[in-house]
């Protein structure tokens, strides 16, 4: 075979029908807030995104990304279309292209034509505003047939690479309606895999890894909290760590030495998974004293029906109770469920702690955790997780009721 036809050919991404892993993508568009725009959707349909906003970046992540698919965005002032296709068929790209536009573009339609001519596979046009649903139909043909594998990675390299990241949801006033806070939670954002959830690569208790991915979610999250107290967007932050973690006076220590001393700083939250809590209870009331002289507090999280182990304390070292959402989800029909949230809002009101409902996933779950009484409320009726770019934007609208 000619030299030069490998070459092409080692250059093109190779598909046999429906693709078994994550697809990539790449968003050329001149307009910033565009090309995030789009590439969250992408990446919210399970793709691995770059972004480029000429055609001189376009052929860097053709030479280095080998993406899928170019989604390229059409509009009067924004990036040069022509230059765009000039530099696919010179790159011998051999994805899918998909010209997104205004309804009525001419520039939309010359596109999609000289795109066939040259020979590139050129997807039906999608115009503006479109559904994230017609998006999907655009690119079906990209999604894996099935759930792809989780990667065969452990944190330790996630970390050393710098693959993790945290992502926020956002925690509700049960009576505003206003959000209050959010939580934050790690994601890996592989290169092959794209984002994968903690599920698959959080280490076990006894890894020696578990105290730097304590650490990184530490630092990170300080690290978000002034990103969007400078773009007036501050918000109260919760964190998870181990209760293992805690019981280091060290790291106790360091952690009180990492938070912000700045007016606006309004507190951090420790959510503990109530197993632990409930097992090193007496130690924790000790870390509780100690964290609360600089603004954390201690939160049990996952409580359900081992809500009675708190019963007849004293004390709690928690600030604040936070029931299991398989408890939340669906409790407005199921009265065992509802048992379970009712005591736990009465245990949390008797210590003078707050009570938050996570798992509110539907108007119906709203609803009931709202008339048993709970302060904060969590779950996709108000939001999923999100990167930190797209919370912040995200917290500058404050919401009202239902979803961003």
């Known amino acids: ?16 029908g429906r693709r078994k892993v994550t697809p990539r993508a790449c968003v050329a ?15 919210d349909l399970g793709f691995v995104t770059s ?36 530099t696919l068929v010179r790159e011998a790209f051999g994805g899918k292209v998909l010209a997104v536009g205004a ?26 505003p479109f559904a994230a649903e017609t998006l999907r139909e655009r690119v079906a043909m990209l999604l894996p047939e099935e759930p792809a594998p989780s990667p065969a990675v452990h944190v330790g390299e996630a970390l050393h690479a710098g693959w993790l990241e945290l992502w926020y949801q956002p925690k509700i006033n049960a009576r505003t309606l206003v959000r209050c806070g959010a939580e934050a939670l790690v994601r890996m954002r592989h290169p092959t895999w ?26 990170r ?21 181990p209760a293992s973690y805690l019981t280091e006076p060290q790291a106790v220590r360091d952690l009180c030495r990492r938070v912000p001393n700045h007016p606006a700083f309004g507190g951090l939250t420790i959510e503990i998974d109530s197993v632990e809590a409930i097992r090193d209870l007496d130690v924790l009331v000790e870390v509780a004293r100690e964290v609360g ?27 604040e109770l936070k029931t299991d959402r398989q408890f939340v989800t669906g409790s407005g029909n199921d009265r065992l469920k509802r048992t379970v949230c009712r005591h736990i809002v009465e245990l949390a009101k008797g210590y003078g ?45 404050r919401t009202v009721m239902g979803r961003e």
Not at 208 to 216: K, T, V, Y
């Open 51 to 86: 972004e480029c906003a000429s055609a001189d970046e376009l052929q860097a992540v053709l030479a280095s990304e080998l993406p899928d698919l170019i989604l390229l965005g059409i509009a009067a002032d924004g990036i040069e279309p022509a230059k765009v296709l000039e």
């Open 293 to 319: 002289l600089h603004n954390i507090g201690l939160s049990i999280d996952n409580l359900g029906a081992n809500w009675p182990a708190l019963m007849g304390l004293d004390r709690i070292p928690f600030v």
């Open 103 to 128: 309804r009525e573009s001419i520039i939309l339609k010359a596109v999609q034509q000289v795109g066939d001519e040259y020979g590139l596979t050129m997807l039906p046009s999608l115009t503006t």
């Open 1 to 16: 075979m000619d030299d030069g036809l490998v070459e092409v050919a080692e250059r093109r991404p190779v598909t046999f």
């Open 29 to 43: 568009e001149g307009k910033r807030h565009l090309r995030a725009f789009l590439c969250e959707v992408l990446e």
């Open 221 to 241: 999250a300080m690290h978000d909290w002034h990103y969007l107290m400078e773009r007036q967007s501050t918000v109260d932050l919760s964190i998870n760590l």
């Open 353 to 397: 702690a707050r009570s938050v409902a996570e798992g509110v996933e539907s108007r119906a779950d709203l609803m009931t955790a709202t008339e048993l009484g709970f302060d904060h409320e969590q779950g996709f009726l108000f939001g999923k997780p999100m990167p930190l770019k797209k919370f912040a934007r995200s917290a500058l609208t």
């Open 194 to 219: 794209g984002v994968v959830p903690p599920a698959y690569f959080i280490p076990d208790a006894d890894d020696p890894h578990f105290r730097a991915l304590s650490e990184f979610v530490i630092e």
